[in-house]
């Protein structure tokens, strides 16, 4: 079945792979989970895998080496706290987002932090066990597996969050509500029907229903939609369960239109789960509003951040060339610095495969590898520390990391193929050279060369005393290294220190771009001035004020990358400043992250940024839109 959405291939293959099952054919349904690249059904594969003989399970292993990792997912020797196994000793608010993560309550750090907020009993106290027990047992009661690790997107499978006790009137007639991550629906004889799309919801209101035939009024919501009669709206009877049901529609709703206005699918996820909470909470009788005294993030409804917030839409500038945010360490119990990005263009002929998008990740000492489509996790890399640098050569990705390491892995899942330890100091930069060859370098000034088709060291040098590397580009034959307040350049031929570039009034040259007219742009994290030099004389020719602003504080250049005739820089204040290559004017500025632009890279014709761990969201731009 040739596609291009991997939605509805994956639920071919899915339903395919029951099929197969049904008949006894284990194995053919175990390759067609194989190759679905969204909704992978883990438990019923690691349940059929378990259940092949030994020689079967070698075979099969060996044809589909990524298989195992999908249905174990990363190690994690970690006690993971369950029914089973309650809490022994007191959570501080440091540990608690860890706790919610395994437990699979939250994903989110900062939802974690107000529901800490919200359980603690005084401030400065760590939480009883038997508090978090509690809560884990109600919230188990309800809580659809289904969420525990799935990005619930706008396009993603809809899922059951929670249904009525009981029997509803509803505009549709008498049955039991379901809310969902996309629609409220009303069951009725065991078939479902929409009662309302609430991607289509203006807004949720309490009113007062009259009975029929009766001059009795109950209980009752009404859903809203824009551009239509109120008279036409949909509508629930709910008696004594409506401030509940008011409550966790509204956070729904406004749940979603955030994902819309920010461009932010995984929004819709994070409000299911406050939802979830927020029913838990009220079963375990924390006070629902503040009305009973006491300030909102220390009542169930601080729960509801998207009713209470009432997030702004993004200005129409940012919102048109905005693509999608997405985070990464969306299942980590805290977020983190997005250190290094690449793209990988598809690697197979599937028509579904859409390449990835790898993420290195600084505080979280791994790198999380996303479908590029989707932006689902698909498995991730663990390192032993601080991830700063990647290169995608062939079939293998280089990384390089902060305690002297490379590793090199397979670039389609991730296993391991080598790894060293041979830079004396943390590894900074990963480039390809012009002749094929793989440059590394680390802080200390040693700059090493591997051939990648041997996966192995071939030469190596050393700059000139009190030399360091932050950054390598490769030009005109020439490896350029930046250092504190100069550019060293290194022959690629023959291997040798040929030139030293003094670069006035720099601290820190700690990124480098190319331009499309040759020339190179170097940039300081601790300066608002870009060197523009020349690519034959080596001549500093220019310079170009990223910014004028004097009250910018400790502003710096954090990247830099050049994107057809323009170049991108991203800045420690969170902005994206658009250069010409040609004229040196500063074209465009754009607020793109509450934290410095750790990191840049391309995908197809869009530019894909990653942020400091204060934002943690990586953002992608289209930057036809604006017309650069």
């Known amino acids: 079945m040739a596609t291009k959405l991997p939605n509805l291939r994956s639920a071919y293959l899915q339903v395919r792979g029951m099929l197969y099952d049904a008949c006894g054919l284990t194995l053919k349904a175990l390759h067609d989970f194989d190759d679905m690249v969204v909704m992978f059904p883990k438990s019923v594969a690691r349940t059929l895998f378990s259940q092949l003989k030994e020689e079967e399970r070698e075979s099969f292993t060996a044809a589909c080496p990524g298989f195992q990792r999908k249905i174990e997912g990363p190690k994690d020797d970690r006690p993971q706290p369950s029914a089973d196994n309650p809490l022994r000793s007191a959570i501080d608010n440091m540990k608690f987002p860890s706790v919610m993560q395994q437990l699979g309550i939250l994903d989110n750090a900062d939802a974690s932090s107000r529901l800490f ?18 809560l884990f047992h109600e919230w188990q009661e309800f809580a659809p597996n289904t969420l525990n690790g799935v990005a619930v997107t706008a396009d993603s499978v809809e899922v059951d969050l ?6 509803v009137r509803s505009s549709l007639g008498l049955g039991r509500l379901v809310l969902t991550t996309r629609s409220i629906l009303l069951v009725v004889n065991e078939r479902r029907h929409v009662l309302v799309d609430l991607h289509r919801v203006s807004r949720v209101e309490k009113y007062r229903l009259r009975e029929r035939l009766s001059i009795i009024q109950v209980n009752a919501v009404r859903f ?48 299911a789960q406050n939802v979830l909470v927020y029913i838990a909470l009220t079963r375990l009788h924390y006070p629902a509003s503040d009305e009973s005294g006491l300030p909102l993030d220390k009542t169930s409804r601080g729960m509801l951040y998207y009713t209470t917030q009432k997030l702004p839409k993004l200005p129409m500038d940012i919102s048109r060339a905005l693509v999608q945010r997405f985070n990464p360490s969306e299942q980590d119990a805290a977020v983190a610095t997005v250190e290094c990005l690449h793209y990988v263009p598809p690697l197979s002929n599937y028509d579904d495969d859409c390449g990835r998008l ?22 991730d890399v663990r390192c032993e520390n601080r991830v700063n640098t990647l290169l995608h050569v062939a079939s293998h990705m280089w990384i390089g990391c902060q305690d002297k390491s490379i590793t090199v892995v397979e670039a389609d899942n991730g296993q391991s193929v080598a ?9 900074t930069s990963l480039i390809l050279g012009a002749n094929g060859m793989v440059w590394s370098a680390s802080v200390n000034g040693q700059v090493m060369i591997w051939d990648p088709r041997r996966i192995r060291q071939a030469n190596s040098v050393t700059l000139p005393p009190g030399s360091q590397v932050n950054c390598l580009v490769a030009h005109n034959g020439w490896i350029w290294c930046s250092g504190k307040e100069e550019l060293v350049l290194i022959r690629e031929d023959n291997v040798q220190v040929q030139k030293v570039i003094r670069v006035a009034n720099s601290n820190r040259l700690t990124s480098m771009a190319v331009s499309s007219i040759g020339e190179v742009w170097v940039g300081g994290s601790r300066s608002k001035v870009v060197h523009i030099i020349d690519g034959n004389s080596h001549e500093v020719v220019d310079t170009v004020h990223i910014s004028n602003n004097s009250d910018l504080g400790n502003f710096g250049i954090c990247a830099l990358m050049a994107v057809n005739d323009k170049v991108w820089a991203g800045g420690k204040n969170g902005f994206v400043y658009i250069c010409d290559a040609s004229t040196k004017e500063r074209v465009k500025e754009v607020k793109a992250h ?35």
């Open 117 to 134: 907020r919200i359980l603690q009993r005084r401030p400065g106290h760590s939480l009883p066990p038997a508090t978090v027990q509690s």
């Open 162 to 167: 929670f249904t009525s006790s009981g029997i």
């Open 224 to 271: 809203i939609i824009e551009g239509e009669e109120v008279s036409q709206a949909a509508y629930v009877c709910l008696r004594e369960d409506r401030d509940l049901w008011y409550d966790i529609t509204t956070e729904m709703t406004e749940g979603i239109r955030s994902s819309k206005d920010l461009n932010y699918p995984q929004v819709i996820k994070f409000a």
């Open 358 to 379: 790898w993420c290195g990740m600084g505080n979280t000492k791994c790198v999380k590898v996303l479908n590029a489509e989707t932006f689902l996790l698909e498995f």
């Open 419 to 427: 790894s060293f330890v041979l830079h004396e100091d943390m590894v």
């Open 594 to 628: 509450n934290d410095g632009v750790r990191s840049m890279c391309l995908k197809n014709k869009c530019v894909v940024t990653g942020p400091g761990s204060h934002d943690g969201v990586v953002a992608m731009w289209n930057p036809t839109v604006w017309n650069v």
